[in-house]
């Protein structure tokens, strides 16, 4: 078989050569092939042999042959055995003899183990990188300082070297504990303190108190390896043991205690704002511009000039905020706003408490109903009514369905005090401005209208109006003056002879008020009242109007038409 692939291989070479040669590439170093060698073997050759399982060297190197090996280069390298146990160390090919070699597959020369190892093998070999660990401590006193700071404990590690009976002890680093820990003692044979021999493995227990460098050192507690290397020696450890507190460590715990809640209580936090911040960006995504509309009514008539307050409350979905405007005297009054928008609690309480107001403790939803009685600052405010959106909305979240109230009342006019009559003195326009107000003001007069009329006087001539024969003869001017609109009576019975009546004024000059009005209501006699045919009663006295002069009929007729092109 060997022949044949021999064969192959010279036969491939040559069409190569052949190839190569009559390769039509320029003639230069390295673009010529020539597999025409003398020696187609490259291995490496070996100089170790095996004699009872130990490599020995020797002089003569040979060409490494598998079978004569029973490894490859790569099954020499030394390494941990995962098959054979904790801190199983294997060097493979250091102990295997011919006849052993020959029998062993590539894999099973890898993994031979000390576990499976001849009588006879050096320390050097078997004890290589094997240490025993345990936990310890050791109390140190600091004689400059006072109180719980004084006693300090060390926990520490301590590493023992079986090849060569070394110690070392290592302490870990605290953190701002101002201690030089790490390594205490480097590695080292320690003598005991009587100095008559070393320790060793022998010395090592649980529970043991053993003196280095002047310093007691209690062992507490080995790892699993540690105690199977003992159960293979025929001792069993003890169960671990508890190390004294420090009180700087416990003080550290508190301390460390502290840091971690304040951490987590800040981790919580930051957690619970992150979604109340989702929170509301989920509730401004889906209800912005959505608003509950609520017609309310606070009576306020039990306190002293109290009313009845018509509102209409305003709940924002989107941020659980409220606003309320008032219509001033009813429903469809002037609107003014009666509470800025904010978050309502749902108890009144001072405004100190209101600043770290939490939104379960306010108005919500399903707080604002129809017929709803809701306490907002201190206020009672009934709600009657809402407007569509809010009747559907209730009706597709909640399942209600919201009917109005009826707060209408009976209207009782409110009582009014009579006006007192006038007393005469003065004129009775300036006493009702007493009655109207604590400080009266002058009354009012038209200067236009005075400026235009300005001696201008309306005369009628009228009779009295009687059922008595003797009052009925009886003959009256009446003038009306336009700039003030005052009226004065002269009488001119007497002008003729036998009539046994005397002539002269009837009524001075005064402002005539019209019968059957008085106080608030009172009403004068005007222009429009005055034209023939027409009773003005003056005085309990009626007097009818038969004729006028020529200025008043001129004077009246330039007026109608005025008033005609005016309309």
């Not at 020696?233 to 003890?238: L, N, P, R, S, T």
Request: hydrophobic share 35%.
């Amino acid at each position: 078989m060997s022949s044949s692939r021999g064969q192959i291989s010279s036969s491939s070479h040559a069409n190569l050569s052949f190839i190569a040669t009559n390769a039509q590439v320029p003639f230069l170093p390295g673009n010529t092939l020539n597999f025409n060698l003398p020696n187609q073997r490259f291995s490496r050759g070996s100089t170790l042999s095996y004699t009872n399982g130990f490599s020995i060297d020797r002089k003569d190197p040979v060409v490494a042959n598998k079978r004569d090996s029973g490894a490859t280069r790569r099954g020499l390298k030394p390494g941990w055995s995962s098959s054979s146990g904790m801190r199983a160390w294997t060097a493979p090919c250091t102990f295997i003899d011919s006849s052993m070699s020959s029998r062993l597959t590539h894999s099973q020369r890898n993994m031979i183990s000390y576990l499976n190892k001849p009588p006879k093998l050096p320390n050097y070999v078997v004890l290589d990188k094997t240490i025993l660990r345990f936990r310890a401590w050791f109390k140190d006193e600091m004689s400059l300082l006072t109180g719980p700071d004084r006693l300090i404990v060390h926990k520490c590690i301590l590493l023992y070297y079986l090849i060569d009976d070394s110690f070392m002890i290592m302490e870990p680093r605290q953190e701002n504990s101002g201690l030089n820990q790490g390594c205490i003692m480097r590695r080292q044979q320690v003598s005991k303190e009587d100095g008559s021999e070393n320790y060793s493995w022998k010395d090592l227990f649980i529970g043991a108190e053993i003196t280095m460098r002047a310093k007691h050192i209690h062992l507490i507690d080995c790892d699993e390896f540690t105690r199977s290397w003992y159960i293979e020696q025929g001792i069993e450890m003890d169960p671990p043991l508890q190390a004294p507190e420090d009180p700087y460590e416990i003080r550290e715990m508190a301390e460390m205690k502290k840091r971690r809640d304040y951490e987590m209580a800040k981790q919580r936090r930051i957690q619970k704002d992150l979604m109340q911040v989702e929170e509301v960006k989920h509730r401004f995504l889906t209800y912005d511009r959505q608003v509950l509309r609520f017609y309310a009514i606070w009576d306020d008539r039990y306190n002293l000039f109290g009313l009845r307050h018509f509102l209409a409350v305003r709940f924002y979905l989107s941020d659980f905020t409220i606003d309320i405007q008032e219509f001033e005297g009813s429903a469809s009054g002037k609107k003014s706003r009666f509470l800025a928008r904010q978050r309502v609690p749902r108890e009144p309480t001072n405004l100190d408490a209101m600043k770290s107001l939490k939104i379960e403790d306010c108005l919500a939803v399903n707080d604002l109903f129809v017929g709803a009685k809701v306490n907002i600052l201190g206020k009672d405010i009934l709600i009657y009514d809402c407007d569509k959106f809010t009747r559907d909305f209730y009706q597709e979240q909640f399942g209600e369905v919201m009917t109005s109230i009826d707060i209408s009342e009976q209207t009782v006019p409110l009582p009014r005090l009579p006006t007192p009559p006038s007393n005469g003195i003065g004129a009775e326009e300036d006493s009702m401005q007493n009655c109207r107000m604590l400080r009266p003001k002058p009354i009012h007069k038209d200067m236009a209208k005075y400026k235009k009329y300005a001696g201008k006087v309306l005369r009628f001539e009228a009779k009295w109006v009687s059922d008595r024969p003797e009052e009925k003869i009886r003959t009256f001017i009446i003038s009306f003056y336009l700039a003030d609109d005052t009226i004065s009576i002269w009488e001119t019975s007497g002008d003729g002879r036998n009539t046994g009546m005397f002539s002269g004024k009837f009524l001075e000059r005064m402002k005539l008020k019209k019968p059957g009005t008085f106080g608030t209501k009172t009403k004068y006699y005007s222009k429009s009242d005055f034209y023939v045919g027409a009773v003005v009663e003056a005085q309990t006295r009626k007097f009818e109007l038969i004729s006028m002069d020529k200025f008043t009929e001129r004077l009246m007729d330039t007026d109608d038409q005025a008033t005609g092109k005016q309309k």
